[in-house]
């Protein structure tokens, strides 16, 4: 469990940053605070008028009983006329950014469960969930990014927006801010774009992990398996000069008139026949010993 916990550490942060910045896109999705305009107009009697993706609002007293001040609200429609394209846009942007961030947490839930539950910790499976959750992160980013720098873009160039007359408001503002929503969905956007990238770092661990556990070519099985040869090789070289020895014993007649035994030469051959055979079976069971070091090297 511990092993599992540290080599999963980053993607457990990004699941509550995720759960952080899904909650923060939905927040400033619903909030109407997204263009501060200060507005000189008899039915906004607060001077303020609060422009969202989904409707406009503002306090007035004019359109309450006297002397209570209400806030009036009206509709913003993405497919309006007068609606201009950053807030349509954004009205879709941000209702896929909850879906992206939904499915993303989902990925990333099902990425922990193996781990924890199923043991995984190097399966595809795990490493393919985190793979798709970041990538569903990314996009929910995405999706809060362009709508908040798109408002921000046009609160800054103080763009107007040609509202109905039935909405009461002027078209223009004498001025205008970054809401809070604005912030709130800046945030939210950070907050997506480093839980995407901890999700995506997990393939990249996995990586590192896979390049230890099986060691560069030039590693000691390299040399276990250069060694071995060589002492095999020097083995059989012994045998072949015993082998020629005891041939030479056998053959030449001056070293069996010298000895003046027969018996004494075939007993050396016989002896030296025996030797071979002994250092024959000598470098077969080095050649497996070769085999099991190589084959315990690439486990290790």
């Not at 619903?30 to 305009?37: A, C, F, M, S």
């Not at 901890?198 to 060694?227: C, E, G, N, T, Y």
């Amino acid at each position: 469990m511990g092993h599992h916990s540290n080599r999963v550490a980053l993607q457990l942060v990004g699941l509550v940053l995720g759960t952080v910045g899904w909650i923060g896109s939905a927040i400033a999705t619903g909030l109407i605070q997204w263009r501060v305009w200060r507005v000189s107009s008899p039915e906004v009697t607060s001077g303020v008028t609060w422009v969202g993706i989904w409707r406009v609002c503002f306090y007035s007293r004019l359109l309450t009983t006297p002397p209570f001040q209400g806030m009036s609200c009206r509709r913003l429609g993405a497919l309006d006329p007068f609606v201009p394209p950053e807030i349509g846009v954004g009205q879709g942007l941000m209702l896929a950014a909850m879906v992206w961030g939904a499915l993303g947490k989902a990925a990333n839930v099902y990425g922990l469960w193996d781990v924890y539950i199923g043991g995984g910790c190097q399966s595809r499976r795990a490493g393919l969930a985190f793979a798709v959750g970041g990538g569903f992160h990314l996009l929910a980013c995405l999706c809060v990014l362009v709508p908040a720098a798109w408002n921000l873009n046009s609160v800054l160039s103080n763009r107007t927006i040609a509202f109905p007359p039935h909405y009461r408001l002027p078209p223009s503002a004498g001025s205008q801010e970054p809401g809070a929503a604005l912030s709130v969905a800046l945030f939210s956007s950070t907050v997506l774009f480093l839980t995407a990238a901890f999700l995506l770092s997990h393939r990249q661990s996995a990586r590192l992990s896979r390049s230890k556990v099986h060691p560069p070519p030039d590693d000691h099985s390299s040399l276990v398996s250069r060694a071995l040869p060589e002492l095999g090789s020097s083995l059989c070289a012994m045998s072949g000069s015993e082998c020629s020895l005891s041939s030479y014993r056998a053959d030449n007649p001056a070293f069996i008139s010298n000895s003046n035994s027969s018996g004494l030469s075939r007993s050396l051959e016989a002896q030296a026949k025996t030797q071979a055979q002994i250092l024959a079976k000598g470098i077969d069971v080095l050649q497996s010993i070769q085999k099991v070091l190589e084959s315990g090297l690439t486990i290790l």
